[in-house]
């Protein structure tokens, strides 16, 4: 009896391995430092059109996001602060820093309120809107194969990707190093 339940726990011990080692897999970016971003056209939340690559020789900060989502109105606060520090910054390789908020929603009006209380104030916010149940189906999440949020993408002058996921003490660091001194 006591040999069965060793058996049965191993198994399932296993099967929960796997089952962690694949969700990591699956939930990972799929893009890498020293990648191209992917260019995109979208329609911004002031009804303008932009595109990804009308943003080279700036750093971007390309930021996946949700009203709906916890860590990422948490982590909204120190993006704002990056984006008061850096915007108009002077870099020795760069002409500023933009924020690129895409919303991963299916309620326009939620994602509206969210960077008002959140006080997002750059200019690029994006609505990548899905009808269905699966929220990472939309245009720029899907070409992005975005599968958990919050993701972010920190891209060069040069429009690569220099950093996947960091965190905002990261991305300080690295602006800060290419500060004009």
Not at 31 to 37: K, P, R, V, W
Request: neutral net charge.
């Amino acid at each position: 009896m006591k040999r069965t339940f060793n058996i049965v726990l191993n198994i399932l011990l296993f099967g929960l391995i796997i089952f962690y080692i694949g969700r990591y897999f699956y939930m990972k970016p799929k893009f890498i430092n020293g990648e191209t971003a992917k260019d995109f056209s979208a329609e911004l939340l002031n009804g303008e059109e932009m595109q990804l690559s009308g943003l080279k020789g700036k750093y971007v900060l390309l930021d996946f996001w949700a009203s709906w989502c916890g860590p990422c109105r948490v982590q909204n606060p120190e993006l704002v602060k990056l984006y008061h520090k850096y915007h108009q910054a002077t870099f020795n390789n760069a002409e500023g820093f933009e924020i690129v908020s895409v919303g991963v929603e299916r309620n326009e009006t939620a994602w509206q309120k969210a960077i008002e209380r959140d006080g997002l104030i750059w200019k690029y916010h994006i609505l990548d809107q899905t009808e269905s149940l699966k929220f990472f189906d939309a245009p720029i999440s899907s070409l992005y194969k975005v599968r958990s949020l919050p993701t972010a993408y920190l891209i060069n002058p040069e429009g690569m990707i220099v950093g996947v996921n960091l965190e905002a003490v990261q991305i300080d660091r690295i602006l800060d190093g290419q500060l004009t001194k």
